[in-house]
């Protein structure tokens, strides 16, 4: 069986997943600038491409860094602009926390890397909302990126229910469903790009007071 490792060099290595992150980088780059952002978190950081990119440059005065891997975190770490004040979090981010250990979700294909759907992994739960009360940041200047695998969705809904949405959302999506489904949830609090059939490109859009990046699974748009 290919290991973590062996996946992450790939990944690291792979001129499109690199092409990509620059891309979404420099999306990233500019909701800052526009936006007056400060603080950059990233849950499900993995290798740490695309927190590279969009740190380069030192838009963000802070950047939070979460994956339930910690080989994931020490790759990141290495790529951070050292002019921003970094942290790391080896935890497990979920909408309600489980007295079971931890299981990548059945739905992840990916499993941040394990390739075993359901692994059971030996890392501490945060709930989504306790964890970013502890952070003590500024949700109307934050971006928030959320690449759970299989998670996105949910902690989406629980952030809306508690009221914590952060000034940008950067979440994926694999299907007209989940669009509607993203869209009925949090049309009254984000802008939402026009949808065209069969689009399959990361789509952007900003409101005045509050924006979105939403987009389907990089793996599926850039193939």
């Known amino acids: 069986m290919t290991t973590i490792a062996e996946i992450q060099s790939l990944e690291e290595a792979n001129p499109k997943i690199i092409r990509r992150s620059e891309i979404e980088g420099a999306v990233i780059r500019g909701f800052a600038k526009q936006c007056g952002l400060t603080t950059y978190i990233d849950f499900g950081c993995w290798v740490g491409l695309l927190a590279q990119q969009a740190l380069k440059d030192g838009d963000f005065e802070r950047a939070i860094l979460v994956d339930a891997v910690g080989a994931c975190l020490s790759k990141t770490a290495a790529k951070v602009n050292p002019g921003v004040a970094a942290q790391y979090h080896q935890v497990a981010v979920v909408a309600d926390p489980d007295s079971r250990s931890f299981q990548v979700p059945v739905q992840d294909t990916s499993c941040a890397g394990f390739g075993q759907p359901g692994l059971t992994i030996d890392v501490s739960q945060v709930e989504v909302g306790w964890f970013l009360r502890s952070l003590n940041v500024d949700l109307s200047r934050t971006y928030l990126k959320i690449d759970l695998e299989g998670l996105d969705l949910r902690i989406a809904t629980r952030l809306h229910r508690i009221g914590q949405l952060p000034r940008v959302l950067h ?40 924006g979105v990046l939403i987009g389907f699974d990089p793996d599926c748009a850039y193939s």
């Open 171 to 210: 979440i994926e999506f694999t299907t007209d469903a989940q669009f509607q489904y993203l869209f009925s949830l949090l049309n009254d609090r984000y802008a939402f790009p026009v949808r065209k059939s069969g689009h399959m490109f990361y789509s952007m859009a900003l409101s005045k007071e509050r």
